[in-house]
Nanobody, 124 residues
Framework: QVQLVESGGGLVHAGGFLRLSCVSS????????MAWFRQAPGKEREFVMA???????YYGDNVRGRFAGTRDNTKNTVNLLMNFLKPEDTAVYYC??????????????????WGQGTQVTVSS
């Protein structure tokens, strides 16, 4: 079992920034893929970014160029720096983990484990 705990959400004005963190526990090694998804009210869960064990980062079209993900395997932590935030970035952000390196990484069904979510609200 892997437990994921997110932190860092909050309220920010448009154009501002926030930093989210996710700490994983329960395994000797960090999961192969760790990712962020988000879900706004009335919408489907949306891929934000994923980062693999080696630090390779992959971004959703809506955030590429504004968001940056990093991970520290020694601390089992993945961080998401969100810059130039827009009101449409408002959502609950979920950390996800995938222990299998095979298959894809952009769909929520690929992930074994999920955090409880943290709210990000961007005011206009």
């Amino acid at each position: 079992q892997v437990q994921l705990v997110e932190s860092g959400g909050g309220l920010v004005h448009a154009g501002g920034f926030l930093r989210l963190s996710c700490v994983s526990s329960g395994r000797a090694n960090s999961p192969y893929f760790m990712a962020w998804f988000r879900q706004a009210p009335g919408k489907e869960r949306e891929f934000v970014m994923a980062i693999d064990w080696h630090g390779g980062a992959y971004y959703g079209d809506n955030v590429r160029g504004r968001f940056a993900g990093t991970r520290d395997n020694t601390k089992n932590t993945v961080n998401l720096l969100m810059n130039f935030l827009k009101p449409e970035d408002t959502a609950v952000y979920y950390c996800a983990a995938k222990t299998n390196e095979r298959g894809g990484y952009r769909t929520s069904g690929e992930y074994n484990y999920w955090g409880q979510g943290t709210q990000v609200t961007v005011s206009s």
